[in-house]
């Protein structure tokens, strides 16, 4: 007993901390997902999800409020869990840092599985499969990756395309925060062509005549990740994932917000 209130008081000074940096927006339970879900007991901890809300559809920010795919999944999460929800938003990089340190419950930011990430976390079942492609100027085309060797290529750092460009490629991209920064680098001729996952790179060029996109250069699968040794949590969380599969809730938000981050950039 003694250790839940330890875990409990733990886990209030880190939602207060968490509080103090970045756009931390919590809010209650949405619109159901799931309508036999319970009603979020407010005295229960919130599952925190971290994010990283540059990358729509999965996560982008309406005014200062974080939404997208990864946002909503979150959400069922909590709601199966009977919990209050809250989402921060931080740099790739320290996404999955965050939940192994105890700062956040649930890391859900288009993340993709690969063996090195599954030494220090653990994966949900994959709810998407996608990957990365070229993102270049229509007048200098870059279709594979071996064209792309020895270019000046912008990634966004810590991400599946940055390790693409390094161990692919055995070369150093150049690090940004987010995709949308690393083609305005390719769009100012900072870069030679950006390399990135398919749909914010999409969403990057949506409605810019200059700027099109190879086939995948490689095939990946996003997850949720968690701090390893939660099963019960892990077993939540693959429910929630092969029910939104299942019933088409997630094709419907991918359909959606697909179509609002494509709206904010008219
Ligand atoms: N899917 C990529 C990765 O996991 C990029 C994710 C992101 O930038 N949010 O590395």
């Known amino acids: 007993m003694k250790k839940y209130f330890a875990m409990v008081l733990a886990a209030l000074a880190c939602c207060i901390l968490a509080s103090c940096g970045g756009s931390d927006n919590s809010t209650s339970a949405p619109a159901s997902a799931d309508a036999s879900a319970p009603a979020p007991n407010k005295n229960a901890a919130p599952l925190r999800m971290i994010t990283e809300a540059t990358f729509p559809p999965y996560e982008f920010l309406r005014g200062q409020e974080i939404v997208g795919i990864d946002v909503e999944i979150s959400k069922a999460v909590a709601e199966k869990l009977g919990r209050p929800f809250s989402a921060a938003s931080v740099n790739f990089d320290s996404v999955i840092p965050s939940v192994i340190s105890g700062k956040a419950d649930i890391a859900a930011a288009g993340i993709t599985v690969t063996e090195d990430r599954k030494k220090n976390v653990d994966f949900s ?107 019960e949590l892990l077993a939540v969380i693959n429910e929630v994932i092969t029910e939104i599969k299942a019933n088409g809730q997630l094709d419907k938000w991918v359909e959606d917000y697909t179509k609002e981050a494509d709206a904010l950039k008219e």
Do not use: M, W
Request: aromatic share 6%.
């Open 125 to 231: 079942i994959p709810y998407v499969t996608t990957g990365i492609v070229i993102v270049y100027k229509t007048d200098a085309p870059f279709l594979t990756g071996e064209a792309c060797k020895g270019k000046r290529i912008a990634v966004q750092g810590g991400t599946t395309s940055d390790n693409y460009v390094v161990e692919t490629l055995k070369q150093e991209p150049d690090r940004f925060n987010s995709p949308a920064e690393a083609v305005a680098a390719l769009q100012a001729g900072r870069a030679d062509l950006v390399i990135a996952d398919i749909d914010p790179a999409k969403n990057c060029v949506k409605g810019v005549a200059n700027l099109a996109l190879s086939d995948f250069v490689n095939k990946e699968e996003y997850a949720v990740a968690i701090a390893k040794g939660q099963p």
